[in-house]
């Protein structure tokens, strides 16, 4: 018989997030533990016994033929087998596995008590398991106090510094904390490997080394942190080239932007929205996938992504980029429609195995949008943003050089369009974008500067 369990996650040594990734592929691994879904991954401060290092924590909820007893044993000798050695009670560990719930089961044994007797007053639990169940409640006969666990949450006290989740980029980059009110933008440079796309087709197509390698200095040097790689363009009616095609133009480049030392802390992102690009991309030195489609044009692409482990951006798309244009209506609203959507591929990527914290988001400017929805969607980031379901997840915003800003300011060459660009780029950031995908990294990353400036306080 399955039961299901919710299991607190924690690290505050070493690097948390790995470690926490690990414990949960362990509990994969033993055949009787399935992690079903996972919380987003929040810092936080210690408790208790103050003189530590920062915790990581989230909460995951599995599938499990194992008794309580038995569910415990093996969480132990997860914890064992990573190397937590117990030095003092609340102290550092490396990771940190405790049940919070099984079933409508009530345990207290001088091992085991479930539900954990101290949940309800650690913020550090109960924010994460909100993502997974805010409306449930501890079983009815429990002596503790009645009340949802968002209720439980609405009623703690404030904390000092707002908690935020945090989303790994690379491990050379700080990861992404998404609700963070001073946190600075990423700017995600653009370097399309293509002949055709939209605004600098065969600007970096069959670039020499050299060049490619004097390009990607520049972009670093100008504040780039994410280098996004395309070698197939989505642009409107673009040829669709073979898989293979499209890795012998990525990879070179990946291989050589992870050959030089000025590179070394950034994260490298491939444009793709197919499965067997993304591995062999990811395999050769990327972060990130950034798929156009969030899944829906390679049905291999979440579960691949799921094992590799890496972070991916799910961008709303209809159709494909030949047919997004005549799926641009929304009679039910823009911004809830895309938040509905959205909610559905997170869904499927969690269904996958991709974990949570690992997902960063993306409105699709310009992919199944008519103008009047690309500025609606600016306007109200901020409200797409708390959309249920969604909250706490980091958002990529892509505006550089696209159509609607070229009508609206009536430029006509893509190449021109800075200035318009500029506008969008900072009523993103006041939206709350934590990532703008950018073609004129040098600009873009002062006006970045300065909307965070003014809106990051």
Not at 214 to 230: C, E, F
Not at 299 to 306: F, I, R
């Amino acid at each position: 018989m399955e039961h299901r369990a919710f299991i607190a996650l924690g690290s505050n040594l070493g690097d948390r997030v790995s470690m926490i990734e690990k414990a949960c592929k362990e509990m994969d691994a033993t055949g009787k533990i399935h992690v079903l879904r996972t919380s987003s991954l929040w810092e936080t401060k210690a408790m208790y016994v103050l003189d530590q290092d920062k915790f990581v924590n989230g909460v995951c909820e599995v599938s499990t033929s194992l008794s309580p007893t038995a569910l415990l044993f093996a969480l132990q000798a997860i914890e064992n087998k990573m190397g937590r050695v117990r030095v003092i009670d609340k102290g550092p560990r490396n990771i940190d596995l405790d049940i919070l719930l099984y079933d409508e089961q009530t345990i207290s044994t001088e091992r085991l008590k479930i539900p954990h007797a101290l949940m309800l007053e650690r913020e550090f639990v109960l924010r994460p398991l909100c993502e997974l169940i805010p409306e449930r409640s501890l079983p009815a006969h429990v002596s503790l106090p009645a009340g949802s666990f968002q209720y439980h949450l609405s009623n703690l006290p404030p904390p000092e510094t707002p908690i935020s989740p945090l989303t790994p980029l690379s491990p050379s980059l700080p990861a992404i904390t998404a609700v963070a009110s001073t946190r600075d933008t990423c700017i995600m440079s653009i370097l399309n490997l293509t002949p055709d796309s939209f605004s600098d087709g065969g600007t970096h197509f069959n670039l020499s080394p050299a060049k490619l390698t004097a390009t990607v200095k520049t972009h670093v040097a100008a504040g780039a942190s994410i280098l996004d790689l395309g070698g197939q363009s989505t642009r409107p009616g673009a040829v669709q080239v073979s898989p293979s095609e499209e890795l012998a133009r990525v990879l070179p480049a990946i291989k050589l932007i992870r050959s030089l030392p000025e590179a070394k802390k950034v994260a490298i992102s491939v444009d793709t929205y197919r499965a067997d690009v993304a591995e062999e991309a990811v395999e050769a030195g990327a972060d990130i996938v950034n798929d156009v489609s969030a899944g829906t044009m390679d049905e291999k692409m979440l579960p691949t992504v799921a094992r590799l482990g890496c972070t991916v951006c799910l961008m709303h798309m209809r159709g494909t980029p030949e047919t997004m244009n005549k799926l641009a209506s929304y009679p039910d609203g823009i911004v809830e429609t895309v938040g509905r959507e959205l909610l559905e591929r997170v869904q499927a990527a969690e269904a996958a195995g991709i974990r949570r914290w690992r997902i960063i988001l993306d409105p699709g400017i310009g992919f199944a949008k008519k103008q009047e929805h690309n500025l609606e969607l600016l306007r109200r980031l901020g409200e797409l943003r708390k959309y249920p379901g969604l909250q706490g997840l980091p958002w990529l915003v892509g505006t550089s050089r696209k159509a609607f800003v070229g009508r609206i300011t009536g430029v006509k060459e893509a190449k021109d369009r800075t200035w318009g660009t500029a506008a969008a780029v900072t009523a993103a950031i006041q939206g709350g974008a934590d990532i703008v995908r950018v073609h004129d990294v040098e600009e873009m990353g002062k006006v970045a500067k300065m909307a965070d400036a003014v809106w990051r306080v």
